[in-house]
């Protein structure tokens, strides 16, 4: 069965790095998600992507992120300076389309602790 | 805006009792309404989902939740807990802003099942 994957599982950063997380969604999905959850907080949405640009942004995602798709497969998410509010699990998920039909399936997620 | 709200931040049950998960939602859109399961280093999987074509709607692993339009609710269940029942589970609503945007689910905070031998 077709899934989501998410590379590194654990990403262990200091403070200011910068750092990619990456991830493959399944391949015949058209759109693109990043979510992260705090430890202890909500799985909360950070952004949408369809047909090469940005759908939905959150107001947690700011200037100092930033997502793309750099090839065929892939789909990155990226945080410039990174802050040790940033801990988190990020989870990227994709779907088809977006009919109410259209479930968003879910990668592994990948743990960012920031030093 | 939505929102979810899940009563129970915790669950404890004995193997081979009922399960009762509880939901409440609150949404400006027509909403589509799901119930994921995390189990320990695992991603988020789908159980089931509520679109509009019927109020109960039956999942996988046994599970299946009513949709109840007057009570905003969408609370899930199992008749029998099995041990690999044990997990978080999170209740989310789904909506969109306007004709073919994206879909932002809304998750809610979780609730932690235990199933007791």
């Known amino acids: 069965e077709p899934e989501v994957t998410q590379t590194p599982s654990h990403q262990v950063t200091q403070m200011g790095q910068e750092v990619i997380l990456r991830c493959v969604p399944i391949?015949?999905?058209?759109?693109f998600y990043w979510y992260r959850q705090i430890l202890g907080q909500k799985v909360e949405f950070l952004v949408s992507f369809y047909n090469n640009e940005i759908s939905e942004k959150s107001e947690i995602f700011d200037d100092q992120f930033s997502v793309e798709r750099p090839d065929g497969s892939n789909f990155t998410l990226k945080i410039r300076s990174t802050k040790l509010e940033d801990s988190a699990m990020y989870f990227c998920?994709?779907?088809?389309?977006?009919?109410?039909?259209?479930?968003?399936?879910f990668g592994p997620g990948t743990r960012l602790t920031v030093l | 805006a939505q929102s979810v709200t899940q009563l129970d931040s915790h669950v404890s049950v004995s193997e081979g009792t009922p399960v009762l998960l509880r939901c409440n939602y609150s949404s400006s859109y027509s909403p589509s309404l799901f119930w994921y399961v995390q189990h320990p280093n695992k991603g988020l999987q789908l159980l089931l989902k509520y679109t509009s074509a019927a109020t109960l709607v039956k999942g996988i692993n046994g599970f299946e939740a009513e949709f109840k339009k007057s009570e905003t609710s969408f609370h899930l269940t199992k008749p029998s807990a099995h041990m690999s029942d044990a997990a978080e589970y999170f209740c989310v609503v789904s909506g969109v802003r306007s004709s073919g945007s994206a879909r932002q689910l809304t998750f809610g905070s979780g609730t932690q099942l235990t199933v007791l031998p």
């Open positions: 998920a994709s779907s088809e389309g977006t009919s109410e039909y259209n479930e968003q399936f």
């Open positions: 391949s015949n999905h058209l759109y």
